[in-house]
């Protein structure tokens, strides 16, 4: 569940990366002070980027596979 923005808080867009011909994915990190992401918080999101990917990545392999078969 998500958690709503307060007035005071502000986003900044970290990340945007193209999904497909015309689709893409953005990701923000938002902040009640307006800080910048901190280097533990961009480790954690490339270690779930990753993670992610990798799954992805497994999912389209088999679905290719099956379609194959």
């Known amino acids: 569940m998500t ?3 307060s007035e005071q808080q ?3 867009l970290v990340l ?3 999904l497909s011909e015309d689709g893409f994915a953005s990701i923000y990190f938002s902040s ?3 800080r910048l ?3 533990s918080e961009w480790s954690h999101l490339k270690q779930l980027i990753e ?3 990798k799954v992805c990545v497994k999912d389209e392999a088999n ?3 099956a379609a194959s078969a």
């Open 3 to 5: 958690e709503p923005l």
């Open 10 to 12: 502000t986003s900044m």
């Open 16 to 18: 945007r990366a193209p």
């Open 32 to 34: 009640r002070d307006g």
């Open 37 to 39: 992401m901190s280097l």
């Open 51 to 53: 993670l992610t990917s």
């Open 63 to 65: 679905a290719q596979a």
